[in-house]
């Protein structure tokens, strides 16, 4: 199983296969706070969803550039059970040839 942690995804072909993959692997997926900073340029969405019946939390971290495009996009999860099967998941389910 690859390994996800820390791994960075540049263009947009790649982060878009990346999410798609996350959506599909939750069910109940809900965010449930927002924070942003005055200018909107930073933004923090906590999230619960549920992964083979594991309940987990996470947060989406999000920064804009100054066109308002996406410049870095960076997720946590807890706890480590729901975690680790995220992973699974995702290393089952990313297709490798998009990430060439």
Do not use: C, N
Request: aromatic share 8%; net charge negative.
């Amino acid at each position: 199983m690859p390994s996800h942690h820390g791994a960075s995804y540049p263009g947009s072909a790649r982060v878009a296969h990346v999410l798609q993959t996350a959506v599909s692997i939750f069910t109940d997926f809900r965010y449930e706070w927002e924070f942003a900073t005055e200018d909107g340029l930073h933004v923090v969405l906590e999230f619960a969803a549920k992964i083979g019946g594991l309940d987990l939390k996470g947060i989406d971290m999000i920064a804009f550039d100054a066109d308002g495009m996406i410049a870095h996009f960076e997720v946590m999860i807890r706890p480590m059970k729901p975690l680790a099967a995220v992973a699974e998941r995702m290393g089952a389910s990313i297709d490798p040839a998009i990430m060439r």
